[in-house]
């Protein structure tokens, strides 16, 4: 179980981005706001501490928006409150978000120092036209030097993240990137597909036909020329998106992807206690008002049933290549999942979109391109 951290603040907005964030001003108005919201997050976090109770939590992650923006000190004297007032393992996971244009030498040691021992870097192709086309603010080779700092730092647990399908973007763009990648030896990987989300401007801008997306066939060559390049250079690919070495996979994402349960904080989170599930107000502004005042901003909030959560449990743990064992959830459920799924799963296996093999329950080859598909078909 573990907690997530949202900074909503992005030096400049990226136009395919729908990730909740606000650009932020000049340096002056910046330090002032980020006292204010990291003052919110304190009176949060301990609202939650007295809801959750003493079950240990094994996981910080700290994403955005771009938490590297924020000075170093501040969010490392917010780290240790949460490590001081919340009941953490000894030594748990902590990653945090960084752009490598904001990520700092001495910003890397400083947050190092109170415990981060994972650090995700916003990468996403090794082309500066691509990086332009998309708004990105970081140009490609700054990011060599990000994980030369993160390592003199001591923080060797590096994921870089990668999005194939941008405009433009050719398959031999995109081998180049995973190479380039590569010969930086971080620990894992992450790429994604480009989703044209709504009210971007970049699907404003390929709806009027402005600018030219590749089509899914050619993410679909993306997507095997990845599977194929990471593994032959010894990663595993253990999530539908996300390639890591041996023992390095991302223990906080595997929360997620179990289902458990986490407390989430700051402006736009989403938090999941004692089968409450919320989601707080994407609000920067409301968000330190209402932490004023010691109450929740919820946009919403409802408790989810025994039911519904065996659903998500199964549609979320299908996107882990290992599957879903039966027997951890006749444990965790007192019911077979057979009992419950028996005609989806028959008729997932019937189109050889999964397979059952030695009590787990995974997705085909095939199954892997059609995820939607099969993740729907639990959901009763
Ligand atoms: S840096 Fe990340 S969160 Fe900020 S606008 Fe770009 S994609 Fe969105």
């Not at 997530?4 to 108005?29: L, M, R, T």
């Not at 904001?102 to 990468?123: F, P, Q």
């Amino acid at each position: 179980m573990g907690v997530y951290v949202h900074i909503p603040f992005c030096a400049q907005k990226c136009n395919y981005c729908d990730f909740h964030s606000v650009v932020v001003g000049d340096e002056e108005s910046f330090s002032s706001v980020a006292d204010n919201y990291l003052l919110s997050l304190r009176q949060e976090a301990l609202y939650y501490r007295k809801i959750w109770g003493q079950e240990p939590l094994d996981t910080l992650f700290i994403g955005g928006g771009t938490p590297s923006l924020l000075p170093p000190d501040k969010l490392a004297s917010f780290i240790l409150f949460l490590r001081e007032e919340l009941p953490f393992v000894k030594h748990p996971e902590i990653s945090m978000e960084a752009n490598p244009h904001s990520l700092t030498a001495e910003g890397a040691k400083i947050l190092k120092d109170v415990g981060v021992n994972r650090v995700s870097l916003g990468v996403q192709a090794f082309q500066d036209d691509l990086l332009l086309a998309i708004g990105r603010i970081h140009r490609s080779e700054e990011v060599g030097g990000s994980v030369l700092a993160l390592r003199e730092a001591g923080i060797t647990n590096i994921n870089l993240d990668l999005i194939f399908g941008l405009p433009g973007q050719t398959n031999e763009d995109w081998v180049k990137t995973l190479e380039a990648a590569l010969e930086l030896e971080p620990t894992h990987l992450s790429c994604y597909g480009l989703i044209l989300e709504e009210g971007t401007p970049l699907t404003t801008w390929v709806n009027a036909g402005l600018v030219e997306v590749p089509g899914d066939d050619q993410q679909a060559v993306m997507y095997e020329t990845t599977c194929r390049m990471l593994k032959a250079a010894g990663f595993e690919h253990y999530e539908i998106s996300n390639f890591c070495l041996p023992g390095f996979r991302s223990q906080h994402n595997l929360l997620y992807w179990h289902n458990r349960s986490f407390i989430g904080l700051g402006s736009g989170a989403t938090g999941y206690i004692q089968r409450l599930r919320y989601r707080n107000a994407a609000d920067v502004d409301g968000f330190m008002e209402t932490w004023n005042e010691g109450i929740p901003y919820y946009e919403e909030s409802a408790t989810v049933s025994i039911e519904q959560e065996m659903d998500e449990t199964m549609m979320v743990g299908m996107r882990l290549l290992q599957g879903v064992e039966e027997e951890w959830f006749r444990n965790r459920y007192q019911v077979s999942y057979w009992e419950l799924y028996r005609g989806a799963i028959e008729e997932l296996l019937q189109r050889d979109l999964v397979e059952y093999k030695e009590g787990w329950l995974r997705v085909t080859p095939t199954g892997l391109l059609l995820e939607n598909q099969v993740s729907s078909a639990f959901l009763r």
